[in-house]
């Protein structure tokens, strides 16, 4: 007979879940009891749980930056972005968004980590782009600031995975190499990190038609605001 017990701890995640208790709790809690249900040792699902959080450190990273960042957009770092981009003359939405995007795939390219959509563009690169479209046009339509915040995250969607690969340590090329080598056919990184730049470079260029065509449709919104002005003052 099939022993189900060990499921409790499927049980318990769903229960917890279902009344908002502590979500790390429970998950912790639903670990040691399905541990100890199958007879493991405590010390064992201690060392278990141990070593899990050792190989996921980087989601406690992630976990840490989501308060520091609502501490930041508490004392006005969304207000000192806006500011910053309304001071330049010449700043546009596709003009930030390139230069992000361009940033994002050469530090991708050099193997650095640099960006991504809690620590860059919530709280700095999608208020920057709206505060240069709002010195373009005026005040904003809804429409138009979500679809300017939209553009800003597949700005890093666009940076981060059409470039990962151009770094020549980047996991994603380790594998592939594995795998071609499993099948006998020998490849060198060094050659293959080369194969990802027409990628990356047509992900600018695709990312960059996108730019310019919002740059034309707040162009338009302008010059029929214009056109609606002087008509109310002709009237």
Known sequence: MVDLWPLIG????????????????????????????????????????????????????????????GILERYGLRQRAETLIGSMKSASVSRVLLTYLALRKLTNGMGLHLGGHPSMIRPLIAPMAEAAAEKQVGQLTDNQSQRIRCLSAVSENFGNFFSQLLFIGAGGLLLIKGVMEDNGIEVELDQMYLWALPTAIASFAVFAVCCKLEDMRLARHLSTKSVLLKEQDNA
């Open 10 to 69: 499927v049980v318990i995640i769903t229960a917890g879940l279902a009344f908002k208790l502590n979500t790390l709790l429970v998950i912790l809690t639903a670990g040691v009891v399905t541990g100890l249900v199958a007879h493991i040792p405590l010390f064992e699902i201690l060392s278990i749980l141990g070593e899990s959080f050792t190989k996921n450190r980087y989601m406690s990273l992630f976990i840490l930056i989501l308060p520091m960042i």
